[in-house]
């Protein structure tokens, strides 16, 4: 490590020390502007804590909505799908039918076509 004599330790007098005391006090905060800050420091934080609640409880309710519009949604679906699969029962048993009939009329399956 250099070391050069600019950097030696400098003796400071005792009114150099009173001076800058001096002005550590001047600019120093004092312990009720300390207590005013924090305590408009955790005004702020409860006000966006309690805005943080308000959007959140926004967000969940319009997640609410939306996962009772999909569950309204998938129950007409499921409703559809048994009606298709039933129909699809039927049509079968309507060809079925079709076929007995054309096989008791002696008709080919190509002149009903």
């Given at each position: 490590?250099?070391?050069?004599g600019h950097m ?14 001096g002005h550590v ?13 924090v305590r408009d ?73």
């Amino acid at each position: 490590m250099l070391y050069f004599g600019h950097m030696a330790a400098k003796e400071t007098t005792l009114s150099e020390l009173g001076e800058m005391l001096g002005h550590v006090v001047e600019h120093m905060a004092t312990k009720d502007e300390v207590r005013a800050i924090v305590r408009d420091e955790i005004s702020a934080a409860k006000l966006a804590t309690k805005a943080d609640l308000v959007a959140l409880s926004e967000q969940v309710a319009g997640i609410e909505r939306d996962l009772k519009t999909i569950r309204r949604d998938l129950n007409d679906l499921i409703e559809k799908v048994e009606n298709i699969s039933g129909y699809r029962k039927e049509i079968d048993h309507a060809f079925e039918r079709i076929a007995a009939i054309e096989r008791h009329l002696g008709l080919s399956k190509r002149a009903a076509a």
